[in-house]
Protein backbone atom coordinates (compact mmCIF):
# COMPACT_ATOMS: atom_id res chain seq x y z
CA UNK A 1 0.00 0.00 0.00
CA UNK A 2 2.82 2.75 0.98
CA UNK A 3 4.66 1.63 -2.62
CA UNK A 4 1.27 2.10 -4.09
CA UNK A 5 1.09 5.77 -2.45
CA UNK A 6 4.29 6.71 -2.79
CA UNK A 7 4.09 6.50 -6.60
CA UNK A 8 0.55 7.99 -7.06
CA UNK A 9 2.54 10.71 -8.90
CA UNK A 10 3.19 8.75 -11.64
CA UNK A 11 -0.31 6.88 -11.35
CA UNK A 12 -1.46 10.65 -12.03
CA UNK A 13 0.89 11.29 -15.03
CA UNK A 14 0.23 7.83 -16.48
CA UNK A 15 -3.33 8.53 -16.12
CA UNK A 16 -3.71 12.13 -17.64
CA UNK A 17 -1.83 10.27 -20.90
CA UNK A 18 -4.25 7.62 -20.97
CA UNK A 19 -7.08 10.24 -20.72
CA UNK A 20 -5.40 12.49 -23.48
CA UNK A 21 -4.48 9.28 -25.99
CA UNK A 22 -8.78 8.17 -25.29
CA UNK A 23 -10.02 11.83 -26.07
CA UNK A 24 -7.64 12.51 -28.72
CA UNK A 25 -8.16 9.03 -30.71
CA UNK A 26 -11.50 9.25 -29.95
CA UNK A 27 -12.55 12.65 -31.56
CA UNK A 28 -10.11 11.25 -34.34
CA UNK A 29 -11.91 8.06 -34.86
CA UNK A 30 -15.78 9.54 -34.00
CA UNK A 31 -14.92 12.44 -37.37
CA UNK A 32 -13.05 9.77 -39.65
CA UNK A 33 -15.81 7.11 -38.99
CA UNK A 34 -18.82 9.19 -39.64
CA UNK A 35 -16.53 10.25 -43.27
CA UNK A 36 -16.35 7.27 -43.91
CA UNK A 37 -19.56 5.99 -42.90
CA UNK A 38 -20.76 8.39 -45.54
CA UNK A 39 -18.38 6.92 -47.87
CA UNK A 40 -20.00 3.26 -47.67
CA UNK A 41 -23.31 5.52 -48.45
CA UNK A 42 -22.35 7.12 -51.18
CA UNK A 43 -23.60 7.17 -54.52
CA UNK A 44 -20.02 7.71 -55.98
CA UNK A 45 -18.40 4.06 -56.19
CA UNK A 46 -14.71 5.10 -55.74
CA UNK A 47 -15.88 6.62 -52.26
CA UNK A 48 -17.83 3.42 -51.46
CA UNK A 49 -14.84 1.41 -52.91
CA UNK A 50 -12.12 3.51 -51.30
CA UNK A 51 -14.11 3.09 -47.94
CA UNK A 52 -15.09 -0.46 -47.80
CA UNK A 53 -11.17 -0.99 -48.75
CA UNK A 54 -10.18 0.96 -45.62
CA UNK A 55 -13.18 -0.72 -42.98
CA UNK A 56 -11.44 -4.17 -44.09
CA UNK A 57 -7.87 -3.59 -43.79
CA UNK A 58 -8.19 -1.83 -40.52
CA UNK A 59 -11.03 -3.97 -39.21
CA UNK A 60 -8.45 -6.78 -39.65
CA UNK A 61 -5.73 -6.10 -38.34
CA UNK A 62 -4.65 -6.39 -35.01
CA UNK A 63 -4.12 -3.19 -33.19
CA UNK A 64 -0.54 -3.65 -32.37
CA UNK A 65 0.18 -4.37 -36.17
CA UNK A 66 -1.56 -0.43 -36.63
CA UNK A 67 0.76 0.69 -33.84
CA UNK A 68 4.02 -0.89 -35.33
CA UNK A 69 3.24 0.14 -38.93
CA UNK A 70 2.98 4.01 -37.58
CA UNK A 71 5.69 4.03 -34.95
CA UNK A 72 8.03 1.91 -36.75
CA UNK A 73 7.02 1.66 -40.66
CA UNK A 74 5.93 4.95 -41.16
CA UNK A 75 9.48 6.50 -40.10
CA UNK A 76 10.72 4.15 -43.48
CA UNK A 77 8.81 6.50 -45.65
CA UNK A 78 10.56 9.59 -43.81
CA UNK A 79 7.45 10.47 -41.82
CA UNK A 80 8.68 10.82 -38.30
CA UNK A 81 5.55 11.02 -35.40
CA UNK A 82 6.02 11.76 -32.06
CA UNK A 83 5.55 8.49 -29.67
CA UNK A 84 2.19 10.06 -28.32
CA UNK A 85 0.78 11.67 -31.71
CA UNK A 86 1.69 8.28 -33.29
CA UNK A 87 -0.34 6.53 -30.44
CA UNK A 88 -3.50 8.85 -31.20
CA UNK A 89 -2.97 7.46 -35.02
CA UNK A 90 -2.74 4.61 -34.49
CA UNK A 91 -5.88 3.92 -31.89
CA UNK A 92 -7.99 6.59 -33.88
CA UNK A 93 -7.38 4.95 -37.44
CA UNK A 94 -8.03 1.27 -35.82
CA UNK A 95 -11.29 2.41 -34.19
CA UNK A 96 -12.67 4.34 -37.12
CA UNK A 97 -13.51 1.54 -39.02
CA UNK A 98 -15.53 -0.06 -36.29
CA UNK A 99 -16.79 3.53 -35.36
CA UNK A 100 -18.03 3.48 -39.43
CA UNK A 101 -19.63 0.11 -39.24
CA UNK A 102 -21.84 1.28 -36.32
CA UNK A 103 -22.98 4.36 -37.88
CA UNK A 104 -23.39 2.54 -40.93
CA UNK A 105 -26.15 0.16 -39.45
CA UNK A 106 -27.29 3.54 -38.28
CA UNK A 107 -27.57 4.87 -41.20
CA UNK A 108 -29.48 1.81 -42.73
CA UNK A 109 -31.64 1.90 -39.98
CA UNK A 110 -33.24 5.14 -41.21
CA UNK A 111 -36.84 4.37 -43.33
CA UNK A 112 -35.50 4.53 -46.91
CA UNK A 113 -38.48 7.32 -47.04
CA UNK A 114 -36.84 9.62 -45.11
CA UNK A 115 -33.88 10.23 -47.62
CA UNK A 116 -36.48 9.56 -50.47
CA UNK A 117 -38.28 13.20 -49.23
CA UNK A 118 -35.30 15.14 -48.81
CA UNK A 119 -33.89 14.04 -51.94
CA UNK A 120 -37.60 14.67 -53.44
CA UNK A 121 -37.35 18.67 -52.43
CA UNK A 122 -34.40 18.99 -53.75
CA UNK A 123 -31.17 18.25 -51.11
CA UNK A 124 -28.00 17.18 -52.68
CA UNK A 125 -26.66 14.14 -51.19
CA UNK A 126 -24.71 15.59 -48.74
CA UNK A 127 -27.27 17.72 -47.56
CA UNK A 128 -29.65 14.63 -47.25
CA UNK A 129 -26.79 13.09 -45.34
CA UNK A 130 -26.33 15.58 -42.84
CA UNK A 131 -29.70 16.98 -42.40
CA UNK A 132 -31.55 14.05 -42.76
CA UNK A 133 -29.87 10.45 -42.01
CA UNK A 134 -27.23 10.97 -39.81
CA UNK A 135 -28.92 12.76 -36.99
CA UNK A 136 -31.47 10.25 -37.17
CA UNK A 137 -29.02 7.66 -37.68
CA UNK A 138 -26.71 9.07 -34.20
CA UNK A 139 -30.03 8.17 -31.88
CA UNK A 140 -29.94 4.42 -32.87
CA UNK A 141 -25.91 4.14 -32.67
CA UNK A 142 -25.21 5.54 -29.36
CA UNK A 143 -25.07 2.18 -27.75
CA UNK A 144 -23.21 0.10 -30.22
CA UNK A 145 -20.99 3.65 -30.46
CA UNK A 146 -20.49 3.43 -26.73
CA UNK A 147 -19.14 0.23 -26.94
CA UNK A 148 -16.93 0.93 -29.70
CA UNK A 149 -15.16 3.82 -27.92
CA UNK A 150 -15.41 2.06 -24.16
CA UNK A 151 -13.38 -0.76 -26.14
CA UNK A 152 -11.07 2.06 -27.51
CA UNK A 153 -9.93 3.51 -24.06
CA UNK A 154 -8.87 -0.19 -22.70
CA UNK A 155 -7.23 -0.38 -26.42
CA UNK A 156 -4.64 2.82 -25.88
CA UNK A 157 -3.14 0.36 -23.11
CA UNK A 158 -1.66 -1.03 -26.49
CA UNK A 159 0.52 2.15 -26.15
CA UNK A 160 2.63 0.60 -23.26
CA UNK A 161 4.25 -1.23 -25.44
CA UNK A 162 5.62 1.84 -27.57
CA UNK A 163 7.47 3.13 -24.56
CA UNK A 164 4.01 5.98 -23.59
CA UNK A 165 4.23 6.00 -20.02
CA UNK A 166 0.33 4.98 -19.72
CA UNK A 167 -1.36 3.56 -16.93
CA UNK A 168 -0.82 -0.40 -18.12
CA UNK A 169 2.71 0.48 -18.74
CA UNK A 170 2.65 0.93 -14.61
CA UNK A 171 2.05 -2.20 -14.10
CA UNK A 172 5.13 -4.18 -15.37
CA UNK A 173 7.19 -1.22 -13.96
CA UNK A 174 5.91 -1.13 -10.41
CA UNK A 175 5.57 -4.65 -10.06
CA UNK A 176 8.98 -5.01 -11.38
CA UNK A 177 9.86 -2.57 -8.61
CA UNK A 178 8.17 -4.00 -5.67
CA UNK A 179 6.42 -6.86 -6.47
CA UNK A 180 4.94 -7.05 -2.76
CA UNK A 181 2.97 -4.74 -3.11
CA UNK A 182 1.55 -6.10 -6.89
CA UNK A 183 -2.30 -6.11 -5.77
CA UNK A 184 -2.62 -2.52 -4.69
CA UNK A 185 -0.97 -1.71 -8.08
CA UNK A 186 -3.16 -3.73 -10.61
CA UNK A 187 -6.08 -1.96 -8.16
CA UNK A 188 -5.10 0.93 -8.95
CA UNK A 189 -4.58 0.04 -12.79
CA UNK A 190 -8.55 -0.81 -12.97
CA UNK A 191 -9.39 2.20 -10.70
CA UNK A 192 -7.50 4.35 -13.16
CA UNK A 193 -9.28 2.79 -16.45
CA UNK A 194 -12.98 2.96 -14.56
CA UNK A 195 -12.38 6.37 -13.65
CA UNK A 196 -12.70 6.88 -17.07
CA UNK A 197 -14.65 4.44 -18.72
CA UNK A 198 -17.58 4.28 -15.52
CA UNK A 199 -18.45 8.10 -16.49
CA UNK A 200 -18.34 7.60 -20.23
CA UNK A 201 -21.17 5.01 -19.78
CA UNK A 202 -23.35 7.01 -17.79
CA UNK A 203 -22.71 9.95 -19.82
CA UNK A 204 -23.80 7.48 -22.65
CA UNK A 205 -26.88 6.44 -21.03
CA UNK A 206 -27.71 10.12 -20.62
CA UNK A 207 -27.27 10.74 -24.01
CA UNK A 208 -29.16 7.83 -25.79
CA UNK A 209 -32.13 9.03 -23.22
CA UNK A 210 -31.88 12.39 -24.35
CA UNK A 211 -31.74 11.73 -28.22
CA UNK A 212 -34.70 8.94 -27.94
CA UNK A 213 -36.61 9.51 -30.87
CA UNK A 214 -40.36 9.05 -30.92
CA UNK A 215 -41.89 7.49 -33.59
CA UNK B 1 -64.85 22.20 -62.10
CA UNK B 2 -61.38 22.75 -61.85
CA UNK B 3 -59.73 25.76 -64.11
CA UNK B 4 -58.80 24.56 -67.59
CA UNK B 5 -55.34 23.80 -68.23
CA UNK B 6 -53.12 25.84 -71.25
CA UNK B 7 -53.01 23.43 -73.44
CA UNK B 8 -49.06 24.38 -73.12
CA UNK B 9 -46.83 21.09 -72.15
CA UNK B 10 -44.83 21.30 -68.85
CA UNK B 11 -44.11 17.48 -68.66
CA UNK B 12 -43.99 15.12 -71.65
CA UNK B 13 -43.07 11.70 -71.16
CA UNK B 14 -41.46 10.11 -74.40
CA UNK B 15 -40.98 6.18 -74.79
CA UNK B 16 -40.49 5.17 -71.51
CA UNK B 17 -39.21 2.22 -70.70
CA UNK B 18 -38.26 0.52 -67.19
CA UNK B 19 -37.38 -2.91 -66.54
CA UNK B 20 -36.91 -4.03 -62.41
CA UNK B 21 -34.81 -6.93 -63.09
CA UNK B 22 -36.58 -9.27 -66.11
CA UNK B 23 -39.50 -7.29 -65.28
CA UNK B 24 -40.97 -4.74 -67.52
CA UNK B 25 -42.74 -2.57 -65.41
CA UNK B 26 -42.87 0.39 -67.99
CA UNK B 27 -43.67 -0.10 -71.50
CA UNK B 28 -43.31 2.47 -74.53
CA UNK B 29 -45.13 5.41 -71.99
CA UNK B 30 -45.62 8.08 -74.16
CA UNK B 31 -47.58 11.02 -71.80
CA UNK B 32 -47.76 14.78 -71.99
CA UNK B 33 -48.91 16.75 -68.89
CA UNK B 34 -49.89 20.66 -69.61
CA UNK B 35 -49.59 23.41 -67.01
CA UNK B 36 -52.43 23.77 -64.63
CA UNK B 37 -53.69 20.18 -65.66
CA UNK B 38 -55.12 17.63 -63.53
CA UNK B 39 -54.26 13.92 -64.21
CA UNK B 40 -55.34 11.16 -62.58
CA UNK B 41 -53.24 7.93 -62.86
CA UNK B 42 -55.31 4.85 -61.97
CA UNK B 43 -54.92 0.90 -62.75
CA UNK B 44 -54.61 -2.20 -60.61
CA UNK B 45 -51.87 -2.54 -58.52
CA UNK B 46 -48.74 -3.75 -60.30
CA UNK B 47 -49.51 -1.74 -63.31
CA UNK B 48 -46.81 0.90 -62.79
CA UNK B 49 -48.65 3.69 -62.06
CA UNK B 50 -46.81 4.43 -58.84
CA UNK B 51 -43.25 3.90 -61.03
CA UNK B 52 -44.74 6.28 -63.35
CA UNK B 53 -45.19 8.57 -60.91
CA UNK B 54 -41.56 8.24 -59.33
CA UNK B 55 -40.00 8.50 -63.01
CA UNK B 56 -41.22 12.21 -63.10
CA UNK B 57 -38.64 13.09 -60.70
CA UNK B 58 -36.34 10.33 -60.90
CA UNK B 59 -36.72 8.66 -57.76
CA UNK B 60 -36.98 5.75 -60.33
CA UNK B 61 -34.26 5.83 -63.39
CA UNK B 62 -35.73 5.09 -66.88
CA UNK B 63 -33.88 2.63 -69.37
CA UNK B 64 -34.95 4.04 -72.04
CA UNK B 65 -36.78 7.13 -73.45
CA UNK B 66 -36.80 10.56 -72.25
CA UNK B 67 -38.67 12.70 -69.62
CA UNK B 68 -38.67 16.44 -69.88
CA UNK B 69 -39.94 19.21 -67.62
CA UNK B 70 -40.83 22.28 -68.54
CA UNK B 71 -38.71 21.82 -72.08
CA UNK B 72 -35.15 20.29 -69.68
CA UNK B 73 -34.96 16.71 -69.95
CA UNK B 74 -34.36 15.12 -66.29
CA UNK B 75 -30.51 15.37 -65.68
CA UNK B 76 -29.63 11.64 -64.35
CA UNK B 77 -27.57 12.97 -61.14
CA UNK B 78 -26.37 15.55 -58.97
CA UNK B 79 -27.06 19.10 -58.76
CA UNK B 80 -28.13 19.31 -62.06
CA UNK B 81 -30.76 16.51 -60.72
CA UNK B 82 -31.21 18.05 -57.54
CA UNK B 83 -32.19 21.68 -58.52
CA UNK B 84 -34.64 20.49 -60.77
CA UNK B 85 -36.56 18.00 -58.07
CA UNK B 86 -36.29 21.13 -56.36
CA UNK B 87 -39.45 22.26 -58.78
CA UNK B 88 -41.31 19.19 -58.84
CA UNK B 89 -43.59 18.83 -55.34
CA UNK B 90 -43.78 15.20 -54.46
CA UNK B 91 -46.06 13.75 -51.65
CA UNK B 92 -45.63 10.14 -50.02
CA UNK B 93 -48.16 7.68 -49.23
CA UNK B 94 -46.40 6.94 -46.27
CA UNK B 95 -45.81 10.72 -45.66
CA UNK B 96 -42.12 10.23 -45.11
CA UNK B 97 -42.09 13.55 -42.66
CA UNK B 98 -38.54 14.20 -41.24
CA UNK B 99 -39.15 12.27 -37.91
CA UNK B 100 -36.47 14.26 -35.81
CA UNK B 101 -37.65 17.85 -36.78
CA UNK B 102 -40.60 19.56 -36.04
CA UNK B 103 -43.61 20.31 -38.29
CA UNK B 104 -42.67 23.75 -38.76
CA UNK B 105 -38.97 22.55 -39.27
CA UNK B 106 -39.84 20.13 -41.93
CA UNK B 107 -41.76 22.92 -44.21
CA UNK B 108 -38.70 25.05 -44.04
CA UNK B 109 -35.81 22.55 -44.36
CA UNK B 110 -36.29 22.91 -48.42
CA UNK B 111 -36.96 26.40 -48.30
CA UNK B 112 -33.87 27.39 -46.71
CA UNK B 113 -31.29 24.68 -47.32
CA UNK B 114 -32.33 24.22 -51.28
CA UNK B 115 -33.42 27.70 -52.03
CA UNK B 116 -31.49 29.62 -49.32
CA UNK B 117 -34.43 31.39 -48.03
CA UNK B 118 -33.79 33.65 -44.42
CA UNK B 119 -34.97 31.29 -41.98
CA UNK B 120 -37.64 34.06 -41.38
CA UNK B 121 -39.04 34.29 -44.64
CA UNK B 122 -39.19 30.38 -44.60
CA UNK B 123 -41.03 30.69 -41.46
CA UNK B 124 -43.61 33.31 -42.48
CA UNK B 125 -44.12 30.90 -45.23
CA UNK B 126 -44.27 27.75 -43.34
CA UNK B 127 -46.58 28.95 -41.09
CA UNK B 128 -49.34 30.45 -43.93
CA UNK B 129 -48.94 26.61 -45.54
CA UNK B 130 -49.93 24.96 -42.42
CA UNK B 131 -52.55 27.49 -41.85
CA UNK B 132 -53.71 26.77 -45.32
CA UNK B 133 -54.02 22.85 -44.91
CA UNK B 134 -55.12 23.30 -41.43
CA UNK B 135 -52.36 22.25 -38.85
CA UNK B 136 -50.95 25.54 -38.20
CA UNK B 137 -51.72 25.01 -34.69
CA UNK B 138 -49.86 21.62 -34.60
CA UNK B 139 -46.30 23.61 -35.19
CA UNK B 140 -44.37 23.03 -32.97
CA UNK B 141 -45.10 19.23 -32.78
CA UNK B 142 -43.37 16.13 -34.05
CA UNK B 143 -44.67 14.04 -36.56
CA UNK B 144 -45.49 11.08 -34.66
CA UNK B 145 -47.77 13.27 -32.56
CA UNK B 146 -50.13 13.64 -35.58
CA UNK B 147 -52.91 11.67 -37.12
CA UNK B 148 -52.23 10.41 -40.48
CA UNK B 149 -54.22 12.51 -42.24
CA UNK B 150 -52.54 15.89 -40.63
CA UNK B 151 -49.38 14.19 -41.35
CA UNK B 152 -50.19 13.88 -45.06
CA UNK B 153 -51.76 17.91 -45.07
CA UNK B 154 -48.17 18.74 -43.67
CA UNK B 155 -46.38 16.73 -46.07
CA UNK B 156 -48.39 18.52 -48.91
CA UNK B 157 -47.76 21.93 -46.99
CA UNK B 158 -43.57 20.82 -47.21
CA UNK B 159 -43.97 20.21 -50.36
CA UNK B 160 -45.98 23.44 -51.55
CA UNK B 161 -42.96 26.03 -49.60
CA UNK B 162 -41.01 24.93 -52.54
CA UNK B 163 -43.57 26.54 -54.87
CA UNK B 164 -43.44 23.96 -57.54
CA UNK B 165 -44.07 23.94 -61.16
CA UNK B 166 -45.95 20.48 -60.72
CA UNK B 167 -46.96 18.14 -57.71
CA UNK B 168 -47.15 14.26 -57.68
CA UNK B 169 -49.01 12.54 -55.90
CA UNK B 170 -48.21 9.08 -55.31
CA UNK B 171 -51.20 7.57 -53.36
CA UNK B 172 -51.76 10.48 -51.13
CA UNK B 173 -54.57 8.60 -49.14
CA UNK B 174 -53.62 4.88 -49.46
CA UNK B 175 -52.64 4.71 -46.10
CA UNK B 176 -55.00 6.80 -43.94
CA UNK B 177 -57.70 5.80 -42.05
CA UNK B 178 -61.12 6.00 -43.54
CA UNK B 179 -61.79 9.47 -41.57
CA UNK B 180 -58.92 11.08 -42.56
CA UNK B 181 -59.21 10.70 -46.31
CA UNK B 182 -61.36 13.60 -47.28
CA UNK B 183 -59.75 16.04 -44.73
CA UNK B 184 -56.54 15.35 -47.00
CA UNK B 185 -58.51 14.95 -50.15
CA UNK B 186 -59.98 17.94 -49.63
CA UNK B 187 -56.74 20.44 -49.73
CA UNK B 188 -55.79 18.25 -53.09
CA UNK B 189 -58.90 19.46 -54.51
CA UNK B 190 -58.23 23.34 -53.53
CA UNK B 191 -55.31 23.21 -55.31
CA UNK B 192 -56.76 21.45 -57.97
CA UNK B 193 -59.04 24.82 -58.07
CA UNK B 194 -55.68 27.17 -57.64
CA UNK B 195 -54.46 25.88 -60.91
CA UNK B 196 -51.62 23.58 -59.23
CA UNK B 197 -50.26 20.98 -62.09
CA UNK B 198 -50.98 17.64 -60.85
CA UNK B 199 -50.26 14.04 -61.30
CA UNK B 200 -52.09 11.74 -58.65
CA UNK B 201 -51.94 8.13 -58.50
CA UNK B 202 -54.87 7.27 -56.07
CA UNK B 203 -57.98 4.71 -56.28
CA UNK B 204 -59.98 7.68 -55.06
CA UNK B 205 -62.35 7.63 -57.64
CA UNK B 206 -64.59 10.32 -56.06
CA UNK B 207 -61.77 12.53 -56.61
CA UNK B 208 -60.67 11.72 -60.01
CA UNK B 209 -64.83 12.74 -60.73
CA UNK B 210 -64.30 15.95 -58.80
CA UNK B 211 -60.91 17.56 -59.53
CA UNK B 212 -59.34 15.81 -63.12
CA UNK B 213 -59.60 17.18 -66.53
CA UNK B 214 -57.88 14.07 -67.09
CA UNK B 215 -57.82 10.06 -66.65
CA UNK B 216 -55.40 8.03 -67.29
CA UNK B 217 -55.52 3.77 -66.90
CA UNK B 218 -52.57 1.57 -66.57
CA UNK B 219 -52.36 -1.60 -67.02
CA UNK B 220 -49.00 -4.26 -67.46
CA UNK B 221 -47.09 -1.36 -67.56
CA UNK B 222 -48.94 0.38 -70.35
CA UNK B 223 -51.03 3.60 -70.66
CA UNK B 224 -54.70 1.90 -72.14
CA UNK B 225 -56.85 4.45 -72.17
CA UNK B 226 -56.72 8.37 -71.53
CA UNK B 227 -59.73 10.53 -71.90
CA UNK B 228 -61.66 13.04 -69.81
CA UNK B 229 -63.37 11.96 -66.59
CA UNK B 230 -66.67 11.43 -67.39
CA UNK B 231 -65.83 9.52 -70.57
CA UNK B 232 -63.42 7.30 -68.72
CA UNK B 233 -66.19 6.65 -66.16
CA UNK B 234 -69.52 6.37 -68.34
CA UNK B 235 -68.35 4.90 -71.18
CA UNK B 236 -64.50 3.51 -71.00
CA UNK B 237 -63.33 1.87 -74.43
CA UNK B 238 -60.97 -0.76 -73.32
CA UNK B 239 -62.24 -4.24 -71.52
CA UNK B 240 -59.65 -4.08 -68.92
CA UNK B 241 -60.72 -0.72 -67.80
CA UNK B 242 -64.48 -1.84 -68.17
CA UNK B 243 -63.36 -4.66 -66.05
CA UNK B 244 -61.20 -2.64 -63.65
CA UNK B 245 -64.24 0.03 -62.79
CA UNK B 246 -66.60 -3.18 -62.97
CA UNK B 247 -64.70 -4.42 -60.05
CA UNK B 248 -64.14 -0.81 -57.66
CA UNK B 249 -67.74 0.56 -58.69
CA UNK B 250 -69.88 -2.41 -57.88
CA UNK B 251 -70.36 -1.90 -54.02
Sequence with gaps: MQFFLDNIDLFRDAFLNTLGLTLFAGVLALVLGTVLAGMRVSPIAPLRGLATVYVEIFRNTPLTVVFFFVIFGLPQIDTVVPFFTGAVIAVGTYTAAFVAEAIRSGINSVAPGQAEAARALGLTFSQTLTTVVLPQAFRTVVPPLGSVLIAMAKNTSIAAGFSISEVSSLLARLSNADPNDLLFILLGVVLAYMIITVPAAIALNRIEHRVAILR | ?251
Excluded: Y
Design chain 2, 1 to 251: MTSAPTGEPLVRLTGVNKWFGDLHVLQDVDLTIDRGEVVVVIGPSGSGKSTLCRTINRLESIERGEITIDGTPLPAEGKELAALRSDVGMVFQSFNLFAHKTILENVMLGPVKVRGKSKAEAEKRARELLDRVGVGHQADKVPAQLSGGQQQRVAIARALAMDPKVMLFDEPTSALDPEMINEVLEVMVGLAKDGMTMVVVTHEMGFARRAANRVVFMDGGRIVESSDPETFFTSPTSDRAKDFLSKILNH
